[in-house]
């Protein structure tokens, strides 16, 4: 029917050069045609690598199609594959994303000796007792008591905050970095939360107000689902 | 049917085998028929504190072994029928008892007795997993040292994981002056951590150490303070209503006249 409707077109957009496939022919024959274009337009006195993004519509490929196509790019032509982006994920991968996008909502106690340990975003209900320990790959709501450790992004997302309605934790982690109580005998704090601050390099807690201009996307789906 | 309680603590010395004795021996002056049984096998000491020491032939390990019937190893109290003892074996090491055969001679001693209350060993090892197989509740003991809230919590936690009723606290050896002057965690500091129910409270008394020199529980003494406490956690454990004591001290008379004339403390 369209014969002559090309299976693969380069474009230079403004976020640089695209290559598009057709996502309703065959792989087979969507890599010939790939082939022929990418040898027809090869510029030999280009030394400098292009980068290019890959993309195939809604089409699956699996790793390793995805190194197949990367390859016949590479070794053809001095295009640099930045990224292969597809409009489709595997069900397995979803269910995943699905997970670390998740607020998971847990409501016991968290007593010594004793780890909670999920992933995507952790809303404790119940307190966190000295020696107790919760982990999550995003960030942590405590409505109760905070007394423990509790680590936040231990995926290593450094956006990652600590929130608690009671704050006298052991200690704050998030992502790589660890602070902890003073020596001395503090108090502890309501209504407060622990984040990194990039200027000075380590864990701050200050009010929950805070949090609105210090993490903006912090409800933001997105974010929930590139953490972890 | 009988019930069989566990009196556990975590951290050792918090007066766990004090608080077995007592509430059983307030249960039997109750009319209950109370077994102790104490699992602290190889560091055997419920038969010291009750004066029962020289009258055991056998013990659970001898039970578990078959070398005796159940019944020859009870040992009568000197003060009432109603009350027995299941001594400990002090030579055999703690390998030698079993879950199983704790629940076996639970569920058999359960015919016979209204109470079986268990002294567990410190720690959480074996000798603790046996001394809860067999239980349908638990007491934990705290004092109000940090450490020892700390082992209770994670006793707590650890019971959680077992088949059995939601745990009651007892805090031990309070002292009115230190936990005033926060020197100590205080008692709604310490229900606030745990968050369980509160069982009693038991004010740090000389009597205990006393009659448990002489071989003869506290809770025989109806003046001291500990055993009116210990009576009230009975009397808990039976389903009254008790108020907690009050943890004034009571002022004496002089003092009394002093402070009528505005010069005392």
New interface residues.
């Given amino acids: 029917m369209s014969a002559n409707k090309q299976r693969v077109t380069i474009k230079g957009t403004r976020d640089g050069l695209n290559i598009f496939i057709e996502d309703t022919c065959s792989f087979h024959e969507a890599m010939a045609d790939l082939h022929e274009k990418i040898v027809e337009s090869e510029r030999t006195n280009d030394k400098q690598p292009v980068p290019v993004t890959v993309k195939i519509g809604n089409r699956y490929v699996d790793n390793e199609q995805q190194t197949d196509i990367t390859e016949l790019i590479e070794t053809n032509s001095n295009l640099q594959v930045k990224k292969i982006e597809s409009n489709v994920i595997h069900k397995e991968q979803a269910l995943a994303w699905k997970e670390e996008s998740e607020v998971k909502i847990v409501n016991r ?1 968290i ?4 780890v909670l340990d999920i992933k995507g975003d952790l809303l404790l209900i119940g ?1 966190v ?3 107790g320990l919760v982990i999550s790959t995003g960030n942590i709501y405590i409505m109760g008591n905070l ?1 423990g450790i509790a680590h936040a992004g231990s995926g290593g997302d450094r956006k990652a905050i600590i929130a608690a309605s009671y704050m006298k934790p052991s200690q704050l982690r998030i992502a790589d970095y660890i602070s902890r109580a003073p020596d001395y005998d503090s108090e502890g704090v309501y209504m407060e939360c622990g984040f990194i601050d990039e200027k000075i390099d380590q864990i701050i807690i200050d009010r929950l107000q805070v949090l609105s201009t210090m993490r903006k996307d912090l409800s933001a789906f997105e974010r929930r689902m590139f953490n972890g | 049917m009988g019930e069989a309680i566990v009196i556990t603590s975590g951290k050792g010395g918090v007066g766990k085998t004090t608080t077995t004795v007592n509430i059983g021996t307030a249960l039997a002056l109750m009319d209950k028929k109370v077994c102790l049984i104490d699992t602290d096998i190889g560091l055997r000491n419920l038969d010291v504190v009750m004066g029962l020491e020289n009258r055991i032939i056998y013990d659970i390990v001898d039970v578990i072994e078959g070398r005796c019937k159940l019944k020859q190893a009870l040992i009568k109290d000197k003060r009432f029928d109603d009350l027995a003892l299941l001594p400990a074996a002090q030579t055999s090491d703690k390998t030698a008892v079993t879950a199983e055969g704790m629940k076996q001679i639970i569920a058999e001693l359960k015919h016979d007795y209204d109470y079986i209350i268990i002294d567990c060993p410190a720690g959480i090892e074996q000798g603790f997993q046996n001394a809860i197989s067999g239980a349908d509740k638990a007491i934990v003991i705290t004092t109000p040292e940090k450490s020892s809230v700390r082992d209770a919590d994670r006793i707590i936690g650890l019971l959680e994981n077992e088949e059995i009723d939601p745990p009651k606290m007892i805090i031990n050896r309070i002292r009115q002056h230190m936990m005033k002057n926060g020197d100590m965690m205080d008692i709604d500091e310490i229900v606030q951590v745990l968050s369980i129910d509160l069982l009693g409270i038991v004010i740090d008394d000389e009597a205990v150490i006393k009659a448990a020199h002489q071989g003869e529980p506290v809770a025989f003494h109806p003046h001291s303070k500990a055993s009116i406490a210990y009576r009230n956690i009975a009397r808990r454990i039976l389903g009254e209503t008790v108020p907690l004591q009050s943890l004034e001290e009571e002022k004496g008379m002089l003092q009394k006249v002093k402070k009528f004339f505005g010069i005392g403390s």
């Avoid at chain 1, 007593?111 to 004793?114: E, I, K, N, T, V």
């Fill in positions: 106690m007593r010594s000796g004793q307190d007792n000295p020696g007394f």
